[in-house]
């Protein structure tokens, strides 16, 4: 059962304008410096609202939000599908722009275990500094209270990912009181359903389509900064798919000694297969599986070699002395297509391990895809090498007479769909300017130069809804601090963050029109 | 708390002795044709008695047997560890014999699920053949009834290891009726445990070293005919032991998008190195592995090639084109030491699996030894095999410091111990003995020719406390039929093998005293 809200697509007036000589960012700076209190406040009462998606509470969170958004003048509506989170979806139209920005935000979060927070999750609770550093709880502070931007905001989807919508309200409310026009239409998406897969996504985005159909580019406000500390902006995401492979020895599991070294060793022959597929170093041996890998430019290694080092400091945190690819750095592994062994069963271990020789050995396989790449095409480059490795491959478990005619058995599942990747390249018109907007907001609130550029990150967002079915590019733009503890107890956000945040929306909002 | 029960190790005197010019095989012989229903009945009366290892009712089965045992003139005493089944020792000493015999027997069984039963497994039903045949339940035969030798007795322990006991019984009260005197002494010791381990087994022997002291050889009077149906005699068996490796990667489960393409892929990483471990034609590459083998002489070359030719048909059964070590056959590969993985654990598969990159990688080998083979020094080997793969081998978990220092780091456990592999010469004139006295049994029962010598079998038996340990030889002399569904429902023993078990036995305690 779906029930679309029609939205009536006209253009929204602004409020009352008033002319004035402040660009966007200083408009929207002076506003916050002049409201740091309340805004920390009104930060914390949206984060009282309990977001989990798809359960009966995250309808009175959309239902703030909306509110909200609707008081500083976007035309809001809730779109519903029963049973699931509504997706709440906003317009400012401005007169006379002729480019429209699409504005992705999740309002839900992650699931929470009171047990293991220092606070009830849905008490947003303030800390003079980030607990690891020996902050302690402080009360919300009152008009005209300094706010130290060190202090830290604890809550669920503190960090991931209400606080975008924290700073888009003042910055609207701030340009609309100053009369400071946007110089593109403005499309809000607020996805409710992020956390669990936005499954719902696509249906919505249909139902939304006269909304959307005019969007040039996406942002999307989600995921936190650089692990250095620095923000950054990221122009691409990994597609995923998983897939599955068991080679087949006898019938049963026979016993090892009646049948040990004459029987096939199920365990032996997969580990073999596993290791034609990738040699030591990291390369994935597999035919083809860097042909449709779509080449980064200049732009994207310009920026790969000014990221921050941050490697060695990795190994260290995480203890490994040798990494895949070496002496290839994280960054640059991300762009090309992954092949890791998610899971091996086979009989067992420890004290459940039993004198048989399995009669199977299993593999998930998890894919990582970059720009160019098909689940379809690597599935089928994966088959192919199977064969060639002397397997007869099959989809289902073989019957006797299958078993008794080929050496070697394997069965492939999966692999089908999966997520797209998608990557927006760093020369485009669009990419560029948003670079310079957010340049100058890092260097305002981080130092010159913090931004970092990164032409790829490892995981997945839904990104492809927009930039592969929908044919825009879309950039990410975190705004979180990188230690804000996302989808783990005592999430938090660093207010100087949001500041941030405010800086750098009021800057993308108003980036000149030549640009795009 | 042991209590040892001191036996009189005085040879014990023989029933009234009757001259007679019958062989003992002739006299059993006869005294089984004229006792066939009874005996159907008996070997039923014994199978009543519940006999899991260590349970307070098995000691009613002991006592039964003890008791049966005395009454053919054997001296026959219980030895008992608190908690622990009941060793049953019975002697029987020959006024002039030179050599002793020890004979071992198994009386416990393997655990029962009555519902996976036909019957109750301690309501022994006889059929009128085998279920799969057709047959169908019968009462137990009266005195004077016929007895058809296709009959089939249905109940736990019938073919796995009561009936040994069955045959020993007549035999000896044959020759006790017609003053047949064995050729040599006689040790009986039936164990309570085989089915557990047999793990006090070393300290009965001890405690009864007495009476064990002077055996010269050992009997295995347990397992089933070789699966063609044919009978058969083997001559060692392998020794197993299972040991552990653990590979790492990051000190967590790492997230598949972010990390993947750069973090260690411990699947691949165990994969490679169990892969250097055995070619995919079954040949274990670690050095050294096969050089302390103890080669086996001419008799056992040319009684494999004596052996029937089952292969093919095992391969049928098990659906398998392939085997290890083609075209070698399976009597062949038991004789030489066996490397499997019994088990491979990483992440998990199927609906279980996750994006991630699982921190280990952990496989469970399991080593099968054959004579010559120490597990120490096969562990050492593949340590050693390891260490050159590039892992730093450790047994702990690794702390961060040694994290921070090896590329690659493997964790060893297990691999101490185990059960030492046994085998007995086919040139020992014990053996030339048995094999001629079998040879002749299994003649009569199954037609010309019909034994089958296997110098050694695949599995473990506690022999090594026999050969090794004691230093004595030891043959297993099997009479189940090769479908007696040992360890599953519906165990069973064809009657015809009960026949064959007198025979058999007759004649082994008769062999003529110049061959040993």
């Given at each position: 059962m779906r029930r679309a809200v029609v939205l009536l697509g006209a253009a929204l007036s602004l409020g009352p304008v008033r002319a004035t000589a402040q660009s966007g960012p200083e408009v929207a700076r002076a506003y916050r410096e002049a409201n740091?209190?309340?805004?920390?406040?009104?930060?914390?009462?949206?984060?009282?609202?309990?977001?989990?998606?798809?359960?009966?509470?995250?309808?009175?969170?959309?239902?703030?939000?909306?509110?909200?958004?609707?008081?500083?003048?976007?035309?809001?509506?809730?779109?519903?599908?029963?049973?699931?989170?509504?997706?709440?979806?906003?317009?400012?139209?401005?007169?006379?722009?002729?480019?429209?920005?699409?504005?992705?935000?999740?309002?839900?979060?992650?699931?929470?275990?009171?047990?293991?927070?220092?606070?009830?999750?849905?008490?947003?609770?303030?800390?003079?500094?980030?607990?690891?550093?020996?902050?302690?709880?402080?009360?919300?502070?009152?008009?005209?209270?300094?706010?130290?931007?060190?202090?830290?905001?604890?809550?669920?989807?503190?960090?991931?990912?209400?606080?975008?919508?924290?700073?888009?309200?003042?910055?609207l409310r701030s340009f609309r009181e100053s009369g400071v026009v946007p110089t593109s239409n403005l499309v809000f998406m607020f996805d409710g359903e992020e956390e669990a897969g936005?499954?719902?996504?696509?249906?919505?985005?249909?139902?939304?389509?006269?909304?959307?159909?005019?969007?040039?580019?996406?942002?999307?406000?989600?995921?936190?900064?650089?692990?250095?500390?620095?923000?950054?902006?990221?122009?691409?995401?990994?597609?995923?798919?998983?897939?599955?492979?068991?080679?087949?020895?006898a019938t049963r599991n026979l016993h090892s000694g009646h049948y040990g070294n004459w029987a096939p060793d199920t365990g032996n022959i997969l580990a073999h297969l596993l290791a034609s597929m990738k040699d030591l170093d990291g390369n994935v041996l597999v035919e083809g599986w860097y042909d449709t890998v779509e080449p980064i430019g200049e732009e994207e290694r310009a920026a790969l070699r000014a990221m921050p080092d941050w490697d060695a400091e990795l190994r260290r945190e995480l203890g490994i002395v040798k990494t895949e690819g070496e002496p290839q750095s994280l960054p640059e592994r991300l762009l090309v297509p992954a092949l890791n062994v998610r899971g091996i069963t086979s009989g067992n271990t420890g004290s459940l391990a039993r004198n048989v020789i399995p009669n199977?050995?299993?593999?998930?396989?998890?894919?990582?895809?970059?720009?160019?790449?098909?689940?379809?095409?690597?599935?089928?480059?994966?088959?192919?090498?199977?064969?060639?490795?002397?397997?007869?491959?099959?989809?289902?478990?073989?019957?006797?007479?299958?078993?008794?005619?080929?050496?070697?058995?394997?069965?492939?599942?999966?692999?089908?769909?999966?997520?797209?990747?998608?990557?927006?390249?760093?020369s485009d018109p669009f990419a560029q300017s948003v670079m310079e907007a957010a340049s100058a907001a890092a260097d305002r609130a981080f130092g010159e130069g913090a931004l970092v550029l990164a032409p790829g990150m490892g995981g997945t967002l839904p990104l492809y809804l927009f930039t592969e079915v929908a044919g825009k590019p879309a950039i990410v733009v975190p705004v979180a601090n990188h230690d804000n503890n996302q989808h783990a107890p005592d999430e938090n956000l660093r207010i100087a963050n949001l500041w941030y945040a405010i800086d750098l929306y009021a800057a993308l909002m108003t980036m000149p029109k030549t640009v795009f």
């Open positions: 740091e209190a309340s805004l920390v406040r009104d930060f914390a009462e949206m984060l009282s609202y309990p977001n989990r998606a798809h359960t009966p509470e995250i309808r009175r969170a959309a239902l703030y939000i909306r509110d909200q958004m609707r008081g500083v003048g976007v035309r809001t509506e809730l779109l519903e599908i029963d049973g699931v989170s509504p997706l709440i979806l906003g317009e400012l139209r401005v007169p006379g722009a002729t480019r429209t920005l699409g504005i992705y935000v999740h309002y839900d979060g992650q699931a929470v275990d009171p047990t293991n927070w220092t606070h009830d999750p849905f008490h947003p609770t303030l800390y003079s500094a980030a607990m690891e550093a020996g902050g302690e709880p402080i009360p919300l502070p009152e008009d005209g209270q300094a706010v130290d931007p060190e202090w830290r905001l604890y809550a669920r989807s503190a960090g991931d990912d209400k606080a975008p919508i924290a700073a888009i309200l003042p910055v936005s499954r719902n996504l696509r249906t919505y985005m249909e139902m939304a389509s006269e909304t959307l159909d005019d969007i040039d580019i996406w942002l999307f406000f989600d995921g936190p900064a650089h692990p250095s500390g620095r923000p950054q902006i990221t122009f691409g995401v990994r597609g995923s798919v998983g897939m599955e492979v068991t080679v087949y020895g199977t050995a299993v593999a998930a396989l998890g894919i990582r895809m970059v720009k160019g790449n098909t689940s379809e095409y690597l599935r089928q480059r994966i088959i192919d090498h199977i064969v060639r490795q002397g397997f007869h491959v099959v989809e289902e478990d073989p019957d006797m007479e299958t078993r008794l005619r080929y050496p070697r058995i394997a069965k492939v599942t999966g692999g089908h769909g999966g997520s797209i990747a998608a990557r927006t390249s760093m």
